[in-house]
Structures are given as C-alpha cells and as structure tokens.
C-alpha cells in the first residue's frame, strides 16, 4: 500500500460518523450526539443551550447502551470509527486526531501528568491500554491488549505488555523496548 492509498491523518471522513439508516450502529449514534452537543454549543444563545441538554440527555442513552464512557466534552477529530463500542473508556483530557479507530474495550486514561493524544489514522486494537501523557503518531497501530506506556512514531506499530514499538520498514532502529 503506498502513501496515496492510505486514510488522511489531517483531513476528517465524515461518513465513518454517520449512522447508516436501518443499521444497529450505537457507535456512530454516540458519535452523533457528541457532533449535536458541539454544534449547539458552537451557536449560543438560549435556544442553543437548551437544545444541548437535549443532547446531553441523548448522550447518556447512547453511552448506556454502547457501554462507553466517553465525555461529551472530549477533544474528538471528524471521522472516529468505533465498530463495537462496548467499553471503550476515554480520559476527558484525551486528544484524538481524525479518523482513529477504536476496537471494543479501548482505555485512553490519564494520570497525574495528562492523557493521550492520537494524532491522525490511528487504529487501536482490541482491549488497548494507552496510559498517561503519550504522543501516538499519524498512521500509527496499536496491537490488541497491548498496554502503551511512551510515545509512538508516525506509522509505528506498538505491541505487548509493555508495548515494543516496531518501527516501519525503511528505519535502521526495527524495535525499540517501551518505557
């Protein structure tokens, strides 16, 4: 696969958001209440926060029922995909670029010294920890479990607990040891 075909870590795809009519999809339901509370907090005025409780009250139904815990508030770039939302945990403070991925089971936690940010294109495996005040590149993949505990280069790929990080083809550092 060359650059060109690849996901944009900088320009969002709106269409990974939007609920597909007839289809059972709470994550992208849960992402739309998160686009409403945004876009009525954006207009101001009286009505617009009014019609955010509104929002606020959808977000709970669709967090409940996806078993997320994903503030309304967070720092979230257009087009995240999260195909089974089922207890994907995100830090308030988290950062996440545009079109990520979240698998089932995801924690973005914080600590005393912040939370993480994903850049852009980020794919985060299945029941992957990403823990504290760490930097995950542009196009970069997070393996299933893994538990990552520093930074990421760009188009890295970080897997085990701790995570190593293997490093694409090309550099002369193959695999660096977490930590």
């Given at each position: 696969?060359?650059?060109?075909?690849?996901?944009?870590?900088?320009?969002?795809?709106?269409?990974?958001?939007?609920?597909?009519?007839?289809?059972?999809?709470?994550?992208?339901?849960?992402?739309?209440?998160?686009?409403?509370?945004e876009k009525a907090r954006a207009q101001?005025?009286?009505?617009?926060?009014?019609?955010?409780?509104?929002?606020?009250?959808?977000?709970?139904?669709?967090?409940?029922?996806?078993?997320?815990?994903?503030?309304?508030?967070t720092e979230i770039g257009g087009g995240?995909?999260?195909?089974?939302?089922?207890?994907?945990?995100?830090?308030?403070?988290?950062?996440?670029?545009?079109?990520?991925?979240?698998?089932?089971?995801?924690?973005?936690?914080?600590?005393?010294?912040?939370?993480?940010?994903?850049?852009?294109?980020?794919?985060?495996?299945?029941?992957?920890?990403?823990?504290?005040?760490?930097?995950?590149?542009?196009?970069?993949?997070?393996?299933?479990?893994?538990?990552?505990?520093?930074?990421?280069?760009?188009?890295?790929?970080?897997?085990?607990?701790?995570?190593?990080?293997?490093?694409?083809?090309?550099?002369?550092?193959?695999?660096?040891?977490?930590?």
């Open positions: 696969m060359n650059n060109t075909d690849q996901v944009s870590a900088t320009i969002p795809d709106w269409s990974r958001e939007v609920p597909e009519r007839g289809e059972w999809q709470p994550g992208r339901e849960l992402m739309r209440t998160i686009r409403g509370y101001g005025g009286l009505s617009s926060l009014l019609i955010s409780r509104l929002w606020v009250l959808a977000h709970r139904f669709w967090s409940s029922v996806a078993g997320t815990d994903i503030p309304i508030n995240l995909a999260m195909p089974h939302p089922n207890g994907i945990v995100i830090h308030a403070d988290a950062k996440i670029g545009p079109n990520c991925l979240l698998f089932q089971q995801v924690t973005l936690g914080g600590n005393e010294h912040g939370a993480p940010t994903l850049i852009g294109h980020v794919d985060v495996g299945a029941g992957a920890k990403i823990l504290g005040k760490v930097t995950i590149g542009a196009h970069a993949k997070i393996g299933a479990n893994s538990v990552v505990l520093s930074d990421v280069p760009e188009g890295a790929t970080a897997v085990g607990i701790p995570a190593k990080i293997i490093l694409p083809k090309g550099d002369q550092e193959r695999v660096r040891e977490d930590g």
